[in-house]
């Protein structure tokens, strides 16, 4: 790993998965690259743990999949949901044309480690975690750096010829650059909290148990991660009916024993994730690019984030690395990736609105299931095209020429 790196041909802001994706890959590619993470590790609970089909083929091209496979993980060959009392197959990954035909469950952080670890031995690449990005630099009409703060409040900045946004979906780099949100609205919220889980729990015991009137339940082995969809900012009013009021809700939902409900001891164990559907209308300016939940925040709906965000990655690796390893980079590169990733990003957002339920004006689910998934109830064949689509997404990107990995010190070719 390259250490004082003040000068690197570019500096991303957020080591989440789009941002050590792209790091990685431009570093593999002969680019100098800076990441830098303002948490001082990645172990945060309840990110997005979905590792999809078509991520596991980038692990293939590669030549890291075995190796990335013998982390901890669950495999999930389709995904299930509960329509109208009946269990339904939303999703079928069988018949992907990939090497993984399921989604790996694993924990974010080790796929973050993983990611870095491969990404150190990259004489370009440099990762600094604690680091808070603390504005932008702007010079002659465009952005040619940021500040940052570490976690012993040591300030500093760092030059680059682009500053890439990869720091979720409140960053502070899209602010920083100006640039125009268009927002989708939400009517819903969720909490994620850990339920143990036992050897003899009922079926939802497959891969994966889809929303169930509102509960969402993922399999991670020896627990469940769970998620309870309620309206949105309806938080606060759940935790003023108290736990007791609050796991009583949950008992009416959930296919488990309601005495395992107690392991929520305290309002500590719930975790809210603020839902957002929005999209920037253009992701970049002179110098500086948004990609991933920076460029385009989802809903958790069909866990379609984080396998977007991967593939903004690949795809800003793929056009950017030539022009910023020879110092040609443009504005005409910069618009080349959005024109890109414009329209999977357009195209999922609209499958999410068409898979969210209708509620009324107090946040209450109104007719039952959304209309799309009681098609998909209705018409089995309809799981395949959603296999495809949650596994491989709308416009699967593949390395190309970065599947190659660079001798040290030099670019790849």
């Known amino acids: 790993m390259a250490d004082n790196q003040d000068t690197p041909d570019c500096v991303i802001a957020g080591g989440g998965p789009a941002g050590m994706m792209a790091g990685l890959l431009l570093a593999r590619a002969g680019v100098r690259v800076a990441v830098l993470e303002k948490h001082p590790d990645f172990r945060r609970d309840f990110r997005g743990d979905t590792i999809h089909p078509s991520t596991l083929e980038l692990m293939a091209e590669l030549g890291w999949?075995?190796?990335?496979?013998?982390?901890?993980?669950?495999?999930?060959?389709?995904?299930?949901?509960?329509?109208?009392?009946?269990?339904?197959?939303?999703?079928?990954?069988?018949?992907?044309?990939?090497?993984?035909?399921?989604?790996?469950?694993?924990?974010?952080?080790?796929?973050?480690?993983?990611?870095?670890?491969?990404?150190?031995?990259?004489?370009?690449?440099?990762?600094?975690?604690?680091?808070?990005?603390?504005?932008?630099?702007?010079?002659?009409?465009?952005?040619?750096?940021?500040?940052?703060?570490?976690?012993?409040?040591?300030?500093?900045?760092?030059?680059?010829?682009?500053?890439?946004?990869?720091?979720?979906?409140?960053?502070?780099?899209?602010?920083?650059?100006?640039?125009?949100?268009?927002?989708?609205?939400?009517?819903?919220?969720?909490?994620?909290?850990?339920?143990?889980?036992?050897?003899?729990?009922?079926?939802?015991?497959?891969?994966?148990?889809?929303?169930?009137?509102?509960?969402?339940l993922i399999d991670r082995g020896d627990f469940w991660q769970c998620g309870y969809v309620i309206r949105k900012g309806g938080f606060e009013d759940l935790k003023a009916g108290g736990l007791p009021a609050f796991r009583a809700a949950l008992a009416r939902l959930s296919p488990l024993p309601g005495d395992r409900l107690a392991e929520i001891a305290s309002w500590e164990d719930v975790h809210l994730l603020s839902i957002r559907l929005d999209r920037l209308r253009r992701w970049w300016a002179p110098g500086v690019l948004c990609i991933g939940d920076a460029a385009h925040a989802m809903s958790p709906v069909g866990g379609f984030g984080v396998n977007l965000a991967i593939q903004d990655a690949v795809a800003a690796a793929r056009l950017l690395a030539a022009p910023l390893r020879e110092g040609r980079l443009s504005d005409r590169d910069l618009a080349a990736v959005e024109a890109r990733r414009m329209f999977p990003t357009r195209a999922t957002q609209g499958l999410q609105r068409m898979m969210r339920r209708k509620r009324d004006a107090g946040g209450e689910v109104k007719g039952g299931p959304p209309r799309f998934l009681r098609m998909i109830a209705r018409f089995p064949v309809l799981s395949r095209l959603m296999g495809r689509l949650i596994g491989m997404g709308f416009r699967p990107e593949r390395l190309g020429p970065l599947a190659r990995a660079a001798t040290p010190g030099a670019p790849a070719k």
């Open 65 to 216: 999949l075995e190796e990335f496979l013998a982390l901890p993980h669950q495999k999930a060959a389709d995904l299930h949901a509960e329509i109208e009392g009946r269990p339904v197959t939303i999703a079928d990954f069988s018949r992907l044309p990939l090497t993984c035909r399921y989604i790996a469950f694993m924990p974010q952080w080790d796929f973050l480690s993983f990611l870095a670890e491969k990404a150190a031995d990259l004489p370009g690449f440099s990762l600094r975690m604690d680091h808070r990005i603390t504005g932008l630099i702007h010079e002659g009409g465009r952005v040619a750096g940021l500040g940052w703060e570490d976690g012993a409040g040591r300030r500093g900045e760092i030059r680059a010829p682009l500053v890439i946004g990869a720091d979720g979906r409140h960053s502070q780099v899209r602010a920083g650059a100006g640039l125009e949100v268009i927002d989708f609205g939400s009517a819903v919220d969720v909490l994620w909290f850990r339920l143990s889980r036992l050897a003899d729990d009922p079926a939802p015991a497959m891969s994966h148990a889809g929303p169930q009137q509102g509960m969402v």
